[in-house]
């Protein structure tokens, strides 16, 4: 799996668990918990963004370089 996905699916995990610690928190009226909860939603969409940002860089310098290639191709003809 390459880090992209790997992090998109980190950052899934993040939210799902500090989603669950939330709910959790809420139910058994602990404050504490419930940030926590919160808090490792945030990070889990942080980290989710890296990786969707992370793999969009990545689309970018591919489409450039097969560009760059096509160029060097027309040259060489």
Do not use: C, F, P, T
């Amino acid at each position: 799996m390459n880090s992209n996905l790997g992090d998109k699916a980190k950052g899934m995990k993040d939210k799902v668990v500090g989603k669950i610690k939330e709910e959790y928190g809420d139910l058994v009226d602990d404050s504490g918990k419930e940030l926590e909860g919160k808090l490792q939603q945030a990070r889990g969409e942080a980290i989710q963004k890296k990786g969707e940002i992370k793999e969009n860089i990545h689309d970018k310098a591919e489409d450039l370089a097969d560009k760059a290639n096509d160029k060097i191709d027309d040259w060489k003809k």
